[in-house]
């Protein structure tokens, strides 16, 4: 079974306020320590006068590099507790921040765990999930009498057709994931009565939306 990749759709940033301090949580892709780094540095000069920048970070193919840092907080109660979402959320090639403004008011050891884990959470609620799957691009050429027969497949299946070009004849292209390119491929010639000249197919990743309660189990996409 192939593991599930999943990130974030964009970065994000989401504000809790617990006992008059103030969590400002940020998430952001990063591919590399240096990324990471040059994010919390870019964080701090946003918000100068925070008391605490904690952060975690998963980076790598295979999560080979994790990082977390408490910046002051008791051990334990900042930079594990945000990586622990991380890890929840089986996200991958992310880095998380967490910006406090100390209000005065102590929380405790399971305080603080609950305010830094709940506002990352908050980030990545506000940045939306994806997965990342292996896509095919195709591209074909028709008639132009098969164009609005064709269109008609693809615009009832929401798949984006680009780069038209009109000659002699129409040449298009279309992505599918790849573990659906053949059942496509053999539904196009089917309708087109076996007219349809592929001209070239190439491979790409696409990100789409995850939605765990449809997809939990459909580990043929991931890649």
């Not at 989401?14 to 998430?27: E, G, Q, R, T």
């Not at 918000?47 to 952060?55: D, R, S, V």
């Not at 609950?114 to 997965?131: D, H, K, M, P, W």
């Not at 053999?186 to 790409?204: H, M, S, Y």
Request: with cysteine; glycine share 4%.
């Amino acid at each position: 079974m192939k593991k599930k990749f999943l990130t974030i759709a964009t970065s994000a940033q989401a504000n809790l306020f617990i006992k008059k301090s103030n969590f400002i949580s940020y998430v952001k892709k990063t591919s590399t320590e240096a990324d990471t780094q040059a994010f919390i540095e870019e964080l701090k000069a946003v918000h100068p006068k925070a008391k605490h920048y904690c952060f975690a970070a998963i980076i790598g193919p295979t999560d080979q590099i994790q990082r977390a840092s408490d910046n002051g907080e008791p051990s334990g109660t900042a930079g594990v507790p945000i990586l622990n979402v991380l890890k929840k959320n089986q996200l991958h090639n992310v880095t998380a921040v967490v910006i406090r403004y100390f209000g005065g008011i102590k929380l405790g050891t399971g305080g603080l765990i609950r305010a830094y884990s709940n506002a990352t959470s908050a980030a990545i609620e506000q940045a939306g999930i994806v997965y990342r799957i292996k896509a095919t691009v195709v591209t074909v050429e028709i008639a132009y009498h098969q164009f609005d027969l064709l269109k008609n497949y693809f615009d009832q299946r929401k798949i984006e057709l680009f780069n038209l070009t009109y000659l002699e004849k129409i040449t298009l292209s279309f992505s599918v994931p790849s573990v659906k390119l053949q059942q496509t491929i053999t539904e196009i010639k089917n309708l087109l009565n076996g007219q349809l000249l592929v001209k070239a197919t190439t491979l790409k990743y696409i990100e789409v939306p995850y939605l765990p309660a449809k997809q939990k189990n459909d580990d043929n996409y991931f890649s």
